[in-house]
């Protein structure tokens, strides 16, 4: 059972970056999911979350209208879009499925 993400680096502020999360070892596409960032000297953070279904898509407060969560069934992968990067995006990302498992993170690095 494992969950590992990609995609992360650096970018400039007002840029885009896509990371994905790649489950292995379970059914996937059976379960809710979220990703949660953790920026340097700060607590967790929930970003966003997406039900089996797909649609049911959820964001917070802070990334919603910048951030766009999606998965690929066939895949056993899900996605974040984030567009209009800010330097407060900076930090680990993870993916994670509730009560299961958690990615190893990777790391999002917005500056100038």
């Known amino acids: 059972v494992q969950l590992a993400e990609s995609g992360g680096g650096m970018v400039r502020p007002g840029g885009s970056l896509r990371i994905s999360c790649a489950a292995s070892?379970?059914?996937?596409?059976?379960?809710?999911m979220s990703w949660v960032r953790q920026a340097p000297g700060k607590g967790p953070e929930w970003v966003s979350g997406?039900?089996?279904?797909?649609?049911?898509?959820f964001y917070a407060s802070s990334v919603k209208g910048r951030f766009t969560i999606s998965r690929d069934k066939t895949k056993n992968t899900a996605y974040l879009q984030m567009d209009n990067l800010n330097t407060e995006d900076t930090a680990v990302y993870y993916c994670m499925v509730p009560g299961i498992v958690w990615g190893q993170g990777t790391q999002v690095t917005v500056s100038s």
């Open positions: 070892g379970f059914n996937f596409s059976i379960y809710d």
């Open positions: 997406i039900g089996t279904r797909g649609d049911d898509t």
